[in-house]
């Protein structure tokens, strides 16, 4: 099943060729929001362009209620396993 369409296949790794990142091109967002942001709730948009984001992403209730929905979620499945407290 997973060589149904083989032909397909090599046809759009060569198509997708010059979308194609390097190992390095993806790390750079990665490595300039780790060593020259100074202001947290901003996105790294590639090339390394820093922009700000909107008025509930930087929400710390919102932020709050995410990390307690994911924390319950968490604990449900894993058994409280795998929950830190901080």
């Given at each position: ?55 509930m ?8 209620n ?21």
């Amino acid at each position: 099943m997973l060589r149904r369409y083989p032909i397909l296949g090599y046809g759009m790794s060569y198509a997708m060729e010059p979308l194609k990142k390097s190992q390095f091109e993806g790390a750079v967002p990665t490595v300039y929001a780790v060593t020259v942001t100074k202001n947290s709730g901003q996105f790294i948009c590639a090339p390394a362009t820093p922009e700000e984001a909107s008025e509930m992403a930087q929400s710390d209730e919102l932020m709050e209620n995410l990390m307690t929905l994911t924390r319950d979620l968490v604990s449900e499945k894993t058994g409280g396993e795998a929950v830190v407290s901080i």
